[in-house]
């Protein structure tokens, strides 16, 4: 996209200086990082940034629609609904695939939005180390919004924390120390001060929840949750800890805007950037391109049930059919030059919502297989978890 600064960046790689990177992403933190970072950041372009920024504000501005709240009041499972519900998530994510429009120009689309935290806190560490072991131009940025790595914890901190204690703050997660992303908890336990929780651990009196810390009982104000609810979904038992009952707790964000927010509000998104999407249960007729199109389930994370050849036999066999969204499929474009060819890419925008959303960072996803999981790669280079630097504005 910026093709000096490819050229520049990939003939003064050194394998030594990666690895000096990953030991140093490994060992900074209690938990290191659990799944494959890749060799490159991404540049983006002046144009594709705007593009993205474009795209992400016509997506927002259908979600901040009046009445269009009403058309996902019914994604919470009931059972799995949490009182004191705030009017609008803490937390979004817009996931666009890169790709390129009819002009041959590189341009987002849609691919998943999610109203639930992302590694917030483990892009600073990335950027701190890229920056060490790697040559990036000091008038690229990986924040937005005049944010700088200062400015970025405040702001993290303040919509968190806020006026509360760090010992009275938890970050809440199931088995933490066997997440994927625990080196974000790790990150966050660091940048802003508060400590993770085990689901099992929390200790419920009547209204008020408690974890243990030294022996003592610390109240609980504040909680940054981490909990993917498809993940305690499957397992029988896990805590005695109930979401649907009354807490006098502050959820940062609240847990129904993990549904809210989700692929479940993909069909009813009406944008440029997004392709086409439908719940499963409301068509009459399958699109006569099937082959176009993937098949997700609503409920489910990191490519988990999600099917990529898609065929009639295949829907009809489905019975839950509430439950899966059908989407056109999008292609990606060959982004990134690397030494054994290109890489396609995946940006994540990541905002707080406040008064309004705001966007403060971003996260990159690059593959060289059907998906973007790492799981699907395992035979690639140049491929994984990394961020893009933009131009900053002057």
């Known amino acids: 996209m910026i093709p000096e600064l490819r050229k520049r960046f990939n003939s003064s790689f050194r394998q030594s200086a990666y ?29 594709l940034t705007d593009d993205l920024l474009r795209a992400s504000n016509e997506i927002l501005a259908t979600l901040q629609a009046p009445g269009y709240a009403a058309k996902f009041a019914n994604a919470v499972p009931p059972e799995l609904a949490v009182p004191g519900e705030t009017p609008h998530p803490v937390f979004l994510q817009l996931d666009f695939a890169i790709c390129k429009d009819a002009d041959g120009a590189f341009t987002p689309r849609l691919i998943e939005l999610q109203g639930f935290p ?15 072991h790697f040559s990036i131009p000091k008038d690229f940025s990986s ?23 760090p010992e009275n703050v938890i970050l809440l997660e199931l088995e933490p120390e066997k997440q994927k992303t625990r080196i974000d908890f790790a990150c966050t336990e660091s940048y802003l001060g ?31 949750n981490r909990v993917i609810f498809d993940d305690l979904a499957r397992r029988e038992r896990y805590a005695n800890f109930h979401f649907g009952n009354e807490h006098n707790v502050t959820w940062v964000g609240h847990p129904n805007w993990f549904f809210k927010i989700s692929k479940y509000t993909l069909p009813l998104l009406s944008s440029s950037y997004c392709p086409s999407c439908f719940f499963l249960s409301s068509l009459d007729s399958y699109p006569p391109d099937l082959e176009h199109y993937v098949l997700k389930p609503l409920f489910s994370f990191a490519g988990a049930g999600v099917e990529m050849d898609v065929n009639r036999q295949m829907l009809d066999a489905i019975r839950n059919r509430d439950h899966y969204i059908l989407q056109r499929k999008v292609d990606y474009a060959p982004l990134v030059e690397t030494p054994d060819g290109f890489s396609k890419v995946e940006i994540r925008m990541m905002f707080v919502w406040t008064s309004k959303p705001m966007l403060v960072n971003n996260l990159v996803r690059m593959s060289k297989g059907k998906m973007m999981g790492v799981d699907f790669n395992k035979d690639k280079t140049w491929i994984g978890s990394s961020l893009a630097y933009h131009p900053e504005i002057q």
């Open 19 to 47: 690895e000096s990177l990953l030991r140093d992403l490994n060992s900074a933190q209690r938990w290191p990082a659990d799944f494959r970072v890749a060799e490159t950041p991404v540049f983006l372009s002046q144009e």
């Open 143 to 165: 924040y937005f919004n005049g944010l700088d790595r200062d400015k970025y914890i405040a702001l993290l901190k303040k919509i968190i924390v806020a006026d509360a204690d």
């Open 118 to 132: 992302s590694l917030y806190c483990y892009q600073i560490l990335l950027d701190d180390t890229w920056r060490k």
């Open 194 to 224: 508060f400590p993770t929780v085990d689901l099992k651990d929390l200790i419920e009196r009547k209204k008020k929840l408690f974890y243990k810390k030294d022996g003592n009982e610390i109240p609980v104000e504040r909680i940054y």
